[in-house]
């Protein structure tokens, strides 16, 4: 009777200190996603940008348990670690290194081109010499199309469409503008601005040989203060039209030295839909601005709406109103593939991030496995004011939106890719 109780005491012992340990157990060590971006400098509030986007993405897969791994019982937590590169090469290699040392195995970067291939160029050294420290590459927004392409790596996974296919969806609508006859081709003396000319060019001739190109100019990225000598000149060449890849202040103050000039012909943009170019252009920009991106705030889908209010109740700020919704299905793919993988082991979810697929309020895309090209749909904006017809929503506060003139399925902008994959 004894040796019963006994034991049935040591049962409701155990059954009372369960709980008690439940909750005393340790949070998971947090998986260490490194952003190497310029947070300072002339392109600080594109940096600002993609941090205020990472954190609410993370935030939401915290929010719903964090990630899990195996057979483990806790979700281990996300966490966004920031590291200012101020828009230079040197920079963020130093960046890197001290994310790797602190823990990161997850790497994101995307304002620069030439950044992010001095990135990619050492992780693939990196994780030849370090196989027990192997980092992956999520980018974002760095859109030269050498990197899923000559310069593709196993490592390396780009989640923005590239400079060709946004040119080749900003050309869908520029081949149906019967009335424009010359263009006026600008852009920052780099990498990427270097693939947006050329791009244009080619192009242009394919599509639409009879448009005379009237002036084809490279400027020093994030070095011009003033741009009115350059518009000057566009205005005075006659070009009906400008097409330029310019993004973060270069891409403001061109807007505003054309309001200033009184230059009326319409911009060809790749980023003309935010980072306070509408308010700089104001007025003059309306029916004239184009922007194409991956979605914008008025696509009119209520699942879009939703999104968008989503991020606006986040981050109510005006100055804020920056979201973008490729950024959002990066996390979801990441936390796919490690999921899947069941580790933080960057082999093992490098290959499943090759399978993503993802929808996000009802926003889709999968990753193509030949070169790491996210494959998903395109939309083309024209600024209108907010109110006007398709124009719902504004831009920062400034009362000008951008209406949805034309959207290209995954299948349309898709491209072929000349990548030849290594993998370990």
């Given amino acids: 009777m004894f040796i019963v109780l006994t034991r049935a005491l040591k049962s409701l012992v155990l059954a009372l200190c369960l709980p008690v340990l439940a909750m005393a157990q340790p949070t998971p060590a947090p998986i260490k996603i490194a952003m190497i971006e310029a947070l300072s400098g002339p392109f600080a509030n594109t940096g600002e940008?993609?941090?205020?986007?990472?954190?609410?993405?993370?935030?939401?897969?915290?929010?719903?348990?964090?990630?899990?791994?195996?057979?483990?019982?806790?979700?281990?937590?996300?966490?966004?670690?920031?590291?200012?590169?101020?828009?230079?090469?040197?920079?963020?290699?130093?960046?890197?290194?001290?994310?790797?040392?602190?823990?990161a195995r997850v790497v994101t970067q995307g304002n620069s081109s030439a950044v992010a291939a001095?990135?990619?160029?050492?992780?693939?050294?990196?994780?030849?010499?370090?196989?027990?420290?192997?980092?992956i590459?999520?980018?974002?927004?760095?859109?030269?199309?050498?990197?899923?392409?000559?310069?593709?790596?196993?490592w390396h996974f780009r989640f923005d469409a590239h400079a060709d296919m946004r040119m080749n969806a900003l050309m869908s609508?520029?081949?149906?503008?019967?009335?424009?006859?010359?263009?006026?081709?600008?852009?920052?003396?780099?990498?990427?601005?270097?693939?947006v000319a050329r791009e244009a060019r080619r192009q242009l001739t394919q599509m639409r040989p009879d448009v005379r190109i009237v002036g084809d100019e490279l400027h020093a990225i994030g070095r011009v203060k003033d741009f009115i000598p350059y518009l000057t000149k566009i205005?005075?060449?006659?070009?009906?039209?400008?097409?330029?890849?310019?993004?973060?202040n270069d891409l403001t103050l061109l807007v505003k030295a054309a309001k200033d000039v009184g230059y009326d012909g319409r911009f060809y943009t790749f980023y003309g839909n935010a980072l306070g170019a509408p308010a700089a252009m104001g007025e003059a920009g309306i029916g004239k601005v184009i922007a194409v991106a991956d979605w914008l705030p008025n696509v009119p889908t209520p699942q879009s709406e939703a999104f968008y209010q989503?991020?606006?109740?986040?981050?109510?700020?005006?100055?804020?109103?920056?979201?973008?919704?490729?950024?959002q299905l990066m996390v979801q793919a990441l936390v796919q593939a490690l999921q899947a993988a069941g580790t933080t082991d960057a082999v093992a979810v490098a290959t499943q991030l090759e399978k993503a697929r993802v929808t996000l309020y009802a926003q889709s895309g999968a990753m193509r496995a030949s070169d790491h090209q996210f494959q998903q749909s395109l939309v083309v904006g024209l600024m209108e004011r907010k109110g006007a017809p398709g124009v719902k929503f504004d831009v920062e506060g400034s009362g000008y939106g951008f209406r949805v003139i034309k959207t290209l399925s995954a299948a349309?902008?898709?491209?072929?890719?000349?990548?030849?994959?290594?993998?370990p």
């Fill in 310 to 327: 989503a991020f606006r109740q986040r981050f109510p700020n005006p100055a804020d109103d920056y979201v973008h919704m490729r950024m």
């Fill in 412 to 423: 349309e902008a898709e491209q072929a890719t000349t990548c030849h994959m290594v993998r």
């Fill in 137 to 154: 590459f999520l980018n974002y927004s760095a859109v030269d199309p050498i990197l899923t392409n000559e310069k593709c790596s196993f």
């Fill in 173 to 195: 609508v520029i081949k149906d503008d019967a009335a424009l006859k010359s263009v006026y081709i600008i852009g920052q003396d780099y990498s990427f601005g270097q693939a």
């Fill in 118 to 135: 001095a990135l990619m160029d050492a992780i693939n050294k990196h994780n030849e010499r370090e196989p027990g420290k192997r980092v």
């Fill in 235 to 248: 205005k005075a060449s006659g070009a009906q039209a400008v097409i330029t890849g310019n993004w973060g």
């Fill in 49 to 103: 940008s993609v941090y205020r986007n990472l954190a609410w993405a993370v935030e939401r897969v915290n929010a719903a348990g964090g990630v899990k791994l195996g057979d483990k019982a806790k979700g281990v937590p996300l966490q966004i670690d920031r590291f200012d590169s101020k828009g230079q090469t040197e920079d963020a290699l130093t960046a890197l290194k001290a994310a790797i040392d602190q823990g």
